[in-house]
């Protein structure tokens, strides 16, 4: 009966453990999916982080309406592939008036969608340009 219980025990956590990690997993992704998708302007820059790769760092201009629970503070970084990482710095930082990100928030969470110039995603505004000839 005793070794019964210890492999009880091993399933059980083991199943408990997937379980977390598909949670975590997967809520960032409901949230993206289903959330109220709000847009905010921001004050970009880029920052490199050994363990994180290439994000670009960002401030909020704006806060979300009164009946959202959250605040633009806790959302200060996009992360993007390394690839584009010193374009986009670039291309926001020339186009920070038609620059935006995008967040969408589920309940009390939220997650950054999208990095934005002149309405199109940071990576095919890149890719756009840089087969124009206009980025190095």
Known sequence: MNKRW????????VIATFGFIGYSLT??????????????DVRPIDPYDAFRGRYVVFSIIG??????????????????DEKYALAAEQLVQRNRANAYVTIRVLGDRGVVTGLFVDGKA?????IEHQQGGILN
């Open 27 to 40: 809520s960032n992704s409901f949230i993206a999916r289903y959330g109220t998708e709000y847009t905010f």
């Open 122 to 126: 940071i990576e095919d505004y890149i």
């Open 63 to 80: 806060e979300f309406p009164e009946d959202v629970n959250l605040k633009t503070s806790y959302f200060d970084r996009y992360y993007i």
């Open 6 to 13: 210890k492999l009880f025990a091993i399933i059980v956590v």
